[in-house]
Every structure is written in structure tokens, then in C-alpha cells.
């Protein structure tokens, strides 16, 4: 029987204050670790240049002052990063364990502390200079997990304090209730540490391997190209605020892919391999692909889901060898009609063997705006293909071309609702003013980009409430695989009105006006925004 039963007959609670204390800081680090832990995880499978952990560590990087980080180099010397990541860990487990302990005392002020992390973490995503739209939503889905972990710990704690600490007599011998509420908890606790211990040793995993590549590619130089680029004519870049860059950043470019992880590629290790219906096989390592007279192209790619106004397409200056040399070295037998591009991770792309060989600029391409290609967008080496959208041509970490037959062979996409080929659609978008940002009334400016890939641009025009069309200035392009820059300044009064822009290729050929999904084969439809203009 227990001696600490009180002369009431009451049973008192089987956990001393202090203790409680103690065990609601645990579940206050066990939860915050759990939270980091998702967020980490989820950057590492989706882009380890989202990771909350690195943002706030590179703002703190940014925020010492420099006689500290001095001191931090001598100190620590290179393992000075490791040192901010051991000093980052602590300072989160006791800010975790107060957390803990005032949620404890009061329900929602852990919470609260937690959410601040989850601030202070989208602050530094945000001052980071790759930072995505995407980037945005980690911190906060971190701190959510933390909150979730942390309530479910608060409640077992609540339940072992509350359960009787001791049996009552008719059940005497039994285990007290506060003994089952302990073990409860205790599971709730371990478990917990045991899932963020493991989570965590997985995101280290990924996040190693994609960090040894990227080390790789921080190092690789690539060659200066045999044939450069044609230089942007004069004009190409309209002086138009918020019209889309003419050449799009790497950290703007849009990404698709089906890829969980983003593969991580060792260049030492790359082959790329031709097979099929040729009559020579070949294999061509990376050293070799980086000694072929290599040609820089700008190249405007955009994906087959691009709705019409959309912004999955992006213009970019390739570096790479040209497809047709290495077909032409490969030989391939007659009858075969299609290359089927295969990705380290096993996706492929169907493209038209005609469109690799005739003399466009299709690249096993190395080099993306001067730089190696990023993880993301296919390092080390992709194809780009103008002219065609990215899912039957644009295979990133490249790994094989087979020379085979439409007839025998489809690529990833082709049996899920798209169609087996897919040039890219004439097509042109309003960029300002934003759709719904309402404007001054006067000289309304427009302006945006226009696209025909391999085609080139004839003419962009708009046209208000339906009216007539009025043709805009278009500028040069860099060259028929690329988007163009247009613009035009329309005379509005206050009202609302709806505008429209249509483009016209080089042949003459009118972009389509009906609308249509974008399965299978491409969105069709005229860009179409509403502005109120305030008086
Ligand atoms: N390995 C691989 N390559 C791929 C894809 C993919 O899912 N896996 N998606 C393709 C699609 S649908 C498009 S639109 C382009 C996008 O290239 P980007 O992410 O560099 O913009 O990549 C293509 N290459
Ligand atoms: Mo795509």
C-alpha cells in the first residue's frame, strides 16, 4: 500500500513538480528536434538549397561581426562551420527545453516560442539570395511539426501527472495507474527522440552526398565554347519594371522534375552511353565530353504544363556539345526515327531522332548561364532541345541515348496522357502590369514576352475590351530558339478593362486562339489580365 496516501482518503498526484519540469524541457528539445528534423528532411529530398538550418546559419555568418568570425577561424580553424552548427544545435535544445517548460506551466507559451524559431527561420530563408518561393514554407511546416510533436507530449505528461499514484485498495498489487502514465509518456518521449534521430541521420545522408557533388561542381571549370553564343543584339532588353529578364537566373528558373531526391551525380563517375540502333556503340566520360569544341547557345525551354500566362519557361545560355556529333560519330541504322534520352534516375524522354541531327542547336549541354549546370537543373549534364517542350526532350542528369523507333519505345510521360511529341506552342504573355494590380489612368504601359522556338517572333499585338488589335514594339530576339521582349503603351481612362496579347511567328502563323488544357500536348488561348485603372 503507499505510505503517501493522506488522511482524506485522496490519492495524490504520482509526480513531483520538479520532476514534471524536467521531463516537459525534454519533450520541449525532443519536439523542436523533431521539427527541424522534418524541415531538414524535406530539403534534402527536395532541394537541399532550401534548408532552414543552413538559412539561419548563413544569416548568422552574415550578422557577426568580423572580429568575431576571426576569432571563430582561429579558434576552430576549418572546422569553423561544424562549430557554428554544434553552437546553432545548443543554443535551439535550451531555447527548445524553455520552451518545453513553459508550455507546461502555460498552455500556448511554449507554442509561441516556437513559433517565433519558425519566424526567425522564414526571416533567414528570406535573406537568402537563392531563396525560392518554395523555401518559404519549410520553416513554417518545421515549427507546425514541433507545435503537433509538442502537444502530443504535453498531453501523455498531463496524464502521468493526473493518474493516482496509487492503486485503490480493491485493487490492491496492481501497478498504479501513474506507473502506466510514466511508461505512456516515457514511450511518447523515446519515441519521438528515436524517429527525429533517425530522420535526421537520413537527411545528414542525402544532404552529405548532394554536398560532396556540389562541392565537385564549386570546383569544376569549364571550357571557354568553340563556337560562343551570338552577342544579344542592341535593343533586345526593354527598359520595362517588371517585364521577365530576358535571360532568366538560375535560381529563377523554373524546375520539373519527377525526382524525389534531386540525384546526386559524381562527374568522376559519369558515362554517357549511346546504344540502340546504331552502328557503333559508344561510352563518353565526362573528361571527354569537356574536350569537344563546345557551343554556347541561348535556348528558351518551357514545360508542356505551362498554363497560358504561366511561368514554367525560362531562357537561358547553354554551354554544351551538339547531339549531332555524337549521333553522327554513333551512326545511326535507317529505320530508326527516335532518341530515347535516359535520366540517372531512370525517366526518359522520347525526342524526334530528326530534331537531334538537322542543324539546330540540340546540346548535351554542360554550362547553364556560365556556370555548370545547378543539382537541380541536371548537373552533370542534361540535354536542351529548342524547340520542343522539356518532358520529350529535356532529360537532366543524362545518363543514355538510345537510337530506337517510335514504334517500340515511349518515353516516361507518353503513356500518362501526353502525347508522344511535343513541339512547343506560339505563345506570349503579359508581364505588367500584373493581372489585378490596379493602375493610374493615363499611359498604361504593358509589356511582357512572346516565344515560337526555332520559329522566331513576327509580331506581338493587344488588344482592350476585345477591341481592335494594335501592334506592340517587339524587340530583337537573341534568336529564334529564344523568348522576345515586347512592349506597348496604351492611353487608358478610369474603368476596368480586359486585355489580351497574341503573337504571330516569322512564317505568319497566328498563336492559337481557342483554349485547350494543357494535356496532352501543350496549354493553347490568349494571355488574358483585367486592370483597373484608378483615376
Ligand atoms: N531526369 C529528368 N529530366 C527531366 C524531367 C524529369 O522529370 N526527370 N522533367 C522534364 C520536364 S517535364 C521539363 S519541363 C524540364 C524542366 O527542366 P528544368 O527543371 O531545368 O527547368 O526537364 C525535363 N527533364
Ligand atoms: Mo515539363
Redesign the pocket.
Known sequence: MNKSQSATGQVPAGLPATVAARWAAAAGVVAVAAGVVVGELVAALVSPALSPMTAVGGAVIDAVPPAVKDWAVSAFGTADKLALLVGMGLAIAALAALAGLLEWRRRFAGFAVIATFGVVGLVAVLGRAQATGNAIALPLLAAGAAIVVLRWLMSRLREWKEAPAAVPAAAAGAAPPSEAGRRRFMQALGGGAVVATVGGGLAAALRGAAAGVSEVRNKLALPAAASPAPPVPAGAVLNLDGISPLVTPNRD???????LTVPAVDPDSWVLKVTGMVEREIELDFAALLSKPMTERHVT?A??SNEVGGD?I?NALWLGWPVRELLAMAGPQTGADMVLSR?K?G?T?GTPLEVLTDDRDALIAVGMNGEPLPL???FPVRLVVPGL???VS????LTELKVTRFADDVGYWTPRGWSERGPIKTSSRIDVPRSGRPVRAGTVAFGGVAWAQHTGIGKVELRVNRGPWQRAELAPGISRDTWYQWQLSVPLTPGQYEVQVRATDLKGAPQIENRARVAPDGATGFHTIRVDVTP
Open positions: 528558373f523554373y524546375r520539373i522534375d519527377t525526382a525551354i514545360c508542356v514554367l525560362g535520366s534516375d525517366w524522354a537541380e537543373h541536371g517542350y522539356g518532358y529535356a532529360t537532366k542528369w
